[in-house]
C-alpha cells in the first residue's frame, strides 16, 4: 500500500519522538493522523487492507495444510486451529497461494519472474536470521541488555557490511 506523504511525514516525526517505545510512538501518531485531510478516505483504504491481510492469512493456513497433507513436513498431517477440515475438503493444489495468487491461474510465462520475487523475498527473510544468529554470538556471558548498551555500533557495522557484504 502506498502511503501519502503527509502521512509518512508523521510517523516519522513519531518515530523521532519515541526511538524506544512503538507503543508510544503509535499512540501520537493516531491522534496527529486523523486531523489530517483526507484521513476518512484513507482510513477507509486501511479497511480493505486489513480484509486483504485476513484472506492471505486464510489462504496461507490453507496453505500449510495442502504442504502438511502431501507430506512436506513430515509425518500425517496436523490439525491446524481454526482450519474445518470441511475447509479442505474440495481443495485442489491449483488453489495453492502464491503471494496472492491462486497457483491454477498463473501462467506458465510468468513463473520466472514469481520465483525470482520469491527468491528475494526469501534472501531478505535470511539475512536478517543470519544476522540476528550473528549478533547473539556477541551476547555478553552474563546478563540480557539492548544491542545499543553492549555493541559498538563499528561491530554491528562489520557484520552488516563485511560479513553480509550489504551497506
Do not use: I
Given at each position: 500500500m502506498q502511503y501519502p506523504d503527509d502521512v509518512k511525514r508523521l510517523a516519522n516525526v513519531c518515530a523521532e519522538k519515541f526511538p524506544s517505545d512503538i507503543d508510544k510512538a503509535v499512540?501520537?501518531?493516531g491522534k496527529r493522523v486523523q486531523?489530517?485531510?483526507g484521513y476518512v478516505a484513507w482510513r477507509d483504504s486501511l479497511v480493505e487492507v486489513a480484509g486483504r491481510g485476513m484472506i492471505a492469512d486464510s489462504r496461507h493456513t490453507k496453505n500449510v495444510a495442502m504442504?502438511?497433507?502431501a507430506g512436506k513436513y513430515g509425518?500425517?498431517?496436523t490439525v491446524i486451529a481454526g482450519l474445518d477440515t470441511r475447509d479442505l475438503s474440495f481443495a485442489s493444489y491449483f488453489d495453492y497461494s502464491i503471494d496472492g495468487r491462486r497457483l491454477g491461474d498463473v501462467l506458465f510465462s510468468e513463473?520466472?519472474?514469481i520465483a525470482q520475487e520469491q527468491a528475494g523475498k526469501a534472501n531478505g527473510?535470511?539475512?536478517n536470521a543470519n544476522l540476528c544468529q550473528a549478533l547473539y554470538r556477541l551476547k555478553p556471558k552474563k546478563g540480557?541488555?539492548?544491542l545499543e548498551n553492549v555493541l559498538k555500533e563499528s561491530q554491528v557495522r562489520k557484520l552488516i557490511t563485511k560479513q553480509y557484504g550489504w551497506g
Open positions: 499512540k501520537e501518531w486531523r489530517l485531510k504442504r502438511k497433507e509425518g500425517s498431517p513463473l520466472p519472474g527473510f535470511m539475512f540480557d541488555d539492548k
